[in-house]
């Protein structure tokens, strides 16, 4: 089955160069060149994959993004916020807001493809009723935090957290793995599925997001351990 990819993008000759590179790798393409268009086409269709201009005419590209995630509909499909080297700061702000990645302007056609297809591999698993459906039921129970790999429901003392989807694989993989140390590498191969080509520091914000809605404060207390310089570890009870 063909994948949607909704481009969210104002400039004519980055809408092109994308429609033409994604329709010839199998994709169908739908271009809205404005934010308020954008959204709406998002929530029309729900795409299997958005990929959003910060810079856009109308509503910008951040808030595109958080209204997304606001809506049910559209709550889990994998978001890229494309940015201009010059916006550092907002695109770590997209990544607050709920995007599931960054692309940085001027990009490679070959890394974007290679990212995306990540990206729709990854909701394809989850999707799925494959053999390693069983696997995928299991609910993870840590320190009064319950994880439903099928509903994906995350509960705190019985009280529901409403987590993105990468949020909620990285919270699953940490409780999965409590007590060892995952390193950014990993959790970035593992979570986003981009082996070489990811930037760590994305890993640090879903961290620091996932942390947010579990008040996971610093301190003893604390269930999410930073491991200086390598990676983070999901404390066990009893340590
Ligand atoms: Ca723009």
Redesign the pocket.
Known sequence: MNRKILII???ANIQELLRYNLEKNGYIVTISDNGIDGLQKALDQVPDLILL????PGLDGLEVCKRLRMQKATRRVPIFMLTAKSEELDKILGLELGADDYITKPFSIKELIARIRAAMRRSDDESSDAPDKDEKCKIFKARGIEIDGEKFEVRKNNEKITLTLKEFELLKMLVENKGKVLTRDFLLDKIWGYEYMGDTRTVDVHIRHVRQKLNDDEGSGRMIETIRGVGYRFISEGE
């Open positions: 993008e104002d400039e201009d910060l810079m856009l």
